[in-house]
């Protein structure tokens, strides 16, 4: 039949990548990267170190086509308790404070450019600059047990960072009621307002299957219409209109938007490039 293709065989291809005293660990199986923050001693905080490790790990992994999905998780009860209060004392200086929140910005525009999904896996405390991790991400699951915070007003330092991406992703008076108490809100609340996608009681089973149905799609679209989400997100909506039907001729020209027409046509499943 025209345009059919031999179908691929799949091989389990897995890499692990562990260093002594980093505060991340990656494993990367059938294209999907875990990124497992492992610094319990500092409450898996967003320290320099752990913010360059996260910014390196995302890009090496993306940088690979076999990837199509990476999730962030962690280890221990917090998955993150925000940046390391230490870090940004007043003997370290204003230069260190804005490496710290330059550094912060450069991880959460990584996630956007990031040409895969990127997904939280939540099993605890996300507060602070941890909670904007979670705001940030494409898409977020978590267990019942776990609660959002952004408690820097309590501390003398206003949350103004992660209000940002909570602002983006869950309504004025939810944002404005996290960063102005400081008061954590649930799980099932986090839901409902739509900073989580979803509270699960299979946390690892319900990412599964978001995984494979992400990897059934062709990798080249998905990042296409990953970039144009947030190129358009924030535009006027008749220049959005005009954006997106550019970029829909424009998926129409690639292999892949073309594979997908003939695919439904000929009634067949589509054999994607990668």
């Avoid at 345009?3 to 990548?17: A, D, E």
């Avoid at 690979?64 to 007043?90: M, W």
């Amino acid at each position: 039949m025209l345009g059919l293709r031999q179908p691929k065989t799949r091989l389990i291809v897995q890499k692990c990548f562990y260093s002594s005293g980093a505060p991340t660990h990656m494993n990367v199986q059938n294209g999907i990267a875990k990124i497992v923050m492992c610094d319990q001693k500092t409450r898996n905080s967003l320290s320099i170190s752990m913010m360059d490790h996260l910014i390196n790990n995302i890009s090496e992994t993306s940088a690979d086509k076999s990837t199509r999905v990476i999730i962030i998780g962690a280890e221990g009860p917090i998955f993150s308790a925000g940046h390391n209060l230490k870090e940004l004392s007043p003997e370290h200086g204003k230069a260190q404070q804005n490496k710290v929140f330059s550094l912060a910005a450069t991880l959460m525009t990584k996630i956007i450019d990031c040409p895969v999904p990127v997904i939280a896996r939540v099993d605890g405390l996300a507060a602070a600059a941890g909670c904007q991790l979670v705001a940030q991400c494409d898409l977020a699951f978590c267990t019942e047990k776990s609660t959002f915070s952004t408690p820097g007003a309590n501390f003398g330092i206003f949350c103004s960072t992660p209000g940002i991406a909570l602002a983006r992703t869950v309504p004025k008076t939810t944002a404005l009621k996290m960063l102005l108490t400081g008061q954590p809100i649930s799980s099932h609340e986090a839901e409902m307002r739509g900073l989580i996608t979803k509270v699960c009681s299979d946390l690892d089973g319900e990412i599964a299957a978001v995984c494979g149905a992400i990897m059934g799609k062709s990798r080249s679209v998905i990042e296409l219409g990953k970039r144009f989400y947030y190129e358009q997100v924030n535009a006027e909506v008749k220049k959005a209109y005009e954006m997106g039907g550019r970029k829909m001729v424009e998926n129409l020209q690639i292999e892949d938007g073309q594979e997908g027409i003939r695919s439904f046509i000929e009634k067949r499943k589509p054999q994607w490039t990668h």
